[in-house]
């Protein structure tokens, strides 16, 4: 299995542009998400989804937008991209029971010029 | 407000030097904490989920316990693989989030 997988590894835009980060997972797992990791401040989740239509957010989405139109797939989207997005991005998947652990994926690194 | 700290930051031990990493936690009932290992460039990897207070679970050199404030990952006689930054998180009765603590960065010195 391949799990949860990320691409790219490294992406390097300026202010304004917009691009998406792309995010696949084969366990099906209901339960998908992104992360943010900045030095310092840990893991915050900006979105996550219970499964195919269902999104929403949280602790940080301004400036990201998601969608899950299949059970596989959860892409963000930076619409117009600002230094402070310039960050470590991890996509999270995970059975949807009472409780489970995630799985990541190893991460997208964005950098905002 | 659910909350994660861990200590120390840091810990450098020597090869065999047997420690403990700390996780505090404050949260509106606790459904699960959650130990992960993190390399350098990669993902967070699992490594333990713990419920209840009293539990222990076990993998090698590390053993995780939990108390109805804290949990400790203890490193047995630990050796320089077991280098990375061993992450902590909460997940809350209420909600689907996790919620993570930022840390702590071990360096096992042959």
């Known amino acids: 299995n391949a799990g949860v997988t990320q691409t790219p590894k490294f992406q390097v835009l300026k202010t304004g542009q917009s691009m998406t980060l792309q995010c696949a997972q084969d366990?099906?797992?209901?339960?998908m998400s992104w992360y943010r990791q900045d030095p310092g401040m840990g893991l915050r989740l900006i979105h996550y989804?219970?499964?195919?239509?269902?999104?929403d957010q949280g602790e940080v989405p301004n400036g990201y937008n998601v969608s899950r139109s299949t059970t596989e797939d959860f892409p963000l989207r930076l619409l117009s991209a600002a230094p402070s997005q310039t960050s470590v991005y991890f996509c999270?998947?995970?059975?949807?029971?009472?409780?489970?652990?995630?799985?990541f994926g190893e991460g997208s690194r964005l950098t905002v010029l | 407000e659910d909350q994660v700290t861990q200590s120390p930051e840091a810990l450098r031990l020597q090869e065999g030097e047997s420690s403990s990493l700390n996780c505090s936690y404050t949260?509106?009932?606790?459904?699960?904490l959650f130990w992960y290992r993190q390399d350098p460039g990669k993902g967070p990897e699992f490594l333990f989920t713990?419920?209840?207070a009293g539990e222990e679970k076990e993998k090698e050199r590390l053993k995780a316990t939990l108390t109805k404030k804290e949990s400790f990952l203890h490193i047995t006689a630990p050796k320089p693989e077991d280098s990375a930054t061993y992450l902590c998180?909460?997940?809350?009765?209420?909600?689907?989030?996790?919620?993570f603590g930022t840390g702590t960065s071990l360096t096992v010195i042959p």
């Open positions: 999270a998947s995970r059975f949807w029971t009472n409780t489970g652990e995630l799985f």
């Open positions: 366990m099906n797992h209901e339960y």
């Open positions: 989804s219970v499964g195919a239509g269902i999104t």
């Open positions: 949260v509106s009932g606790l459904r699960g």
């Open positions: 713990l419920y209840s």
């Open positions: 998180a909460v997940q809350a009765d209420a909600g689907n989030q996790f919620y």
